[in-house]
């Protein structure tokens, strides 16, 4: 397996994280959680001479697709998104307006993600994890030493759950049950914020050690 590179850029007025990810010496990337600044995505992709071949989405909320539309029309690469997302993903106009924002419906997903099923960048296969209670729909990306989460574990912290799908009883499983039992040296870059490590979470984290 090639290392792989990660590209974070954050973005938005929610300073969401947006990841390019490709392996060492490709062009082929994928674009994880496109929000607010599509311009910026394409932009740095081309500085980093990277093509974006697919569009991965670990949940729905605005921040993270509000770019998809844009990305979609300019690379023509399919969208994945857990299937008990969509609703949210459909609701996208309705979002907006909860923030004062005039929004789009989205394009169509193309593929659905599924608890264990894999997705592959070059040599680099990702397991998929569904992980809801942030959304119904939340997955996490996992490869080795690598977690790219979403709004699921943050550093010293957790995923809000006050939101259209949010359950907190549920989000506390999912990372007990999926990210808990990696290898404390895990990496997870996070839907925003600094990235953290799996050993630093468990060790530290007051949701996951009062839960």
């Known amino acids: 397996m090639a290392p792989l590179r990660i590209v974070t850029i954050p973005n938005g ?23 607010e600044e599509p311009e ?35 690379t023509g690469a399919p969208i994945f998104l857990h299937p008990a997302d969509e609703p949210l993903y459909r609701n996208l106009p309705q979002q907006g307006l909860w923030f004062g924002l005039r929004l789009s419906a989205p394009p169509p997903v193309d593929r659905q993600l599924s608890h264990g ?11 998929v994890r569904h992980t809801p209670g942030h959304s119904a ?14 709004d699921v574990l943050f550093q010293g912290s957790i995923g809000r759950t006050d939101l259209p799908g949010g359950n907190f009883e549920r989000l506390i499983q999912s990372i007990r049950d ?8 895990t990496v997870v870059y996070s839907g ?13 984290n007051p949701f996951l050690v009062e839960a």
């Open 13 to 35: 007025q929610f300073q969401e994280n947006c990841y390019l990810l490709a392996e060492a010496g490709s062009t082929d990337a994928v674009i994880v959680d496109p929000g």
């Open 40 to 74: 910026l995505f394409l932009a740095t992709a081309e500085r980093e001479g990277l093509q974006i071949r697919e569009i991965w989405l670990t949940h729905a909320h605005l921040d993270h697709v509000v770019g998809v539309a844009d990305i979609k029309a300019a």
């Open 117 to 127: 099923g894999s997705l592959t960048l070059g040599s680099t296969v990702f397991q």
């Open 137 to 150: 729909g939340s997955v996490c990306f996992i490869t080795d030493g690598i977690v790219i989460g979403g």
């Open 178 to 185: 999926e990210l808990l039992p990696l290898p404390d040296a």
């Open 192 to 204: 925003h914020g600094p990235a953290t490590t799996v050993g630093a979470e468990r060790r530290g």
